[in-house]
């Protein structure tokens, strides 16, 4: 949904059918991989073979999916535990995996066909990351070498518009430069990749700066099939560059400028800056290509913020 040519309102989506094809084609992998093309599958989805985009969708796999969906898990293995909840691995792998359905769901919506992208996805990436997430060794690496953080978005529901606003999961990583006691190097990453320096103060406080490229439109890759009418998708890219300041990697504020038509400009503020009597809300406000305006407000004992355009 953060895709510029994709809808954002909740009602636009093909769910039923999304679910139908998602489930078809990781109950019947084999039969949709031939259909695709075994060699065309494995050469784009799975084996880092070429850095162009139309043959290039192997990176977000390996970074989203393995590396940021295995995180999550953790993050929420770990959270379960904190809050001392009977099996909180069943907890964990459930929530899991329910978010990465309902996010292949979405991004199908009313396809009906091969759909590689979710075999791989769902079939191959996400279960590698559970598993690598699984060590110790493989946290502490993610946790204290690269300080690995869930830096996403404040997802906002527009009532007068039904649409989601501002949502996003990002990552972010960064490596203490040798030789140097305040510098790191920063890569944050979602749908785009940004990268750049980190200065860290001797009382926790980050600030950040990163440039890179970002996905604008999903695009339909011609003549790379044999078959008709079967779908392969690569996106568009466009110029991001942003602001971070976070505390003890905690992400605070970022200010985004992206080179799309939506969500040209992106501040968020999170909880823990403004404080208003006990309650320290989250803020958002962004402006289009077009000038239009959505603002929104998130508290966090609440899942989702409410925005207004």
């Avoid at 699984?134 to 039904?162: C, I």
Wanted: glycine share 8%; net charge negative; proline share 5%.
């Amino acid at each position: 949904m953060q895709i510029n040519n994709r809808t954002t309102h909740l009602d636009a989506i093909d769910y039923a059918t999304g679910w139908d094809n998602i489930i078809d084609n990781v109950t019947h992998p084999a039969d949709n991989i031939r259909r695709y093309g075994t060699r065309h599958f494995l050469t784009t989805e799975i084996i880092p073979t070429s850095i162009k985009k139309q043959s290039g969708q192997w990176f977000p796999n390996y970074q989203l999916h393995t590396i940021g969906g295995g995180m999550t898990y953790r993050a929420m293995l770990e959270w379960y535990r904190f809050h001392n909840a009977p099996l909180p691995r069943v907890h964990a792998v459930i929530s899991w995996s329910v978010y990465h359905v309902l996010n292949e769901v979405v991004e199908n919506s009313d396809y009906r066909g091969p759909n590689t992208d979710a075999i791989a996805d769902l079939l191959v990436f996400n279960p590698l990351g559970l598993l690598l997430f699984q060590f110790d060794g493989v946290n502490q690496f993610f946790g204290e070498k690269l300080h690995m953080r869930d830096w996403s978005f404040q997802p906002m529901y527009s009532p007068t518009t039904g649409t989601i606003e501002n949502n996003g999961q990002n990552f972010c990583i960064s490596f203490h430069l040798p030789r140097s006691t305040h510098w790191h190097a920063f890569y944050f990453f979602g749908v785009h990749g940004s990268v750049g320096p980190m200065y860290r103060t001797n009382d926790g406080r980050g600030f950040s700066a990163g440039v890179g490229l970002k996905a604008k439109d999903l695009v339909e890759i011609e003549d790379d099939n044999e078959n008709d009418g079967i779908r392969s998708l690569t996106t568009s890219l466009r110029w991001t560059a942003g602001l971070f300041y976070d505390r003890n990697y905690s992400l605070l504020a970022s200010f985004i400028f992206s080179e799309t038509k939506s969500y040209r400009y992106r501040l968020n503020i999170y909880p823990g800056i403004i404080g208003i009597g006990p309650v320290s809300p989250g803020l958002f406000c962004a402006m289009d290509a077009d000038h239009a305006v959505v603002v929104g407000i998130h508290i966090p004992a609440i899942p989702f913020g409410l925005a207004f355009r």
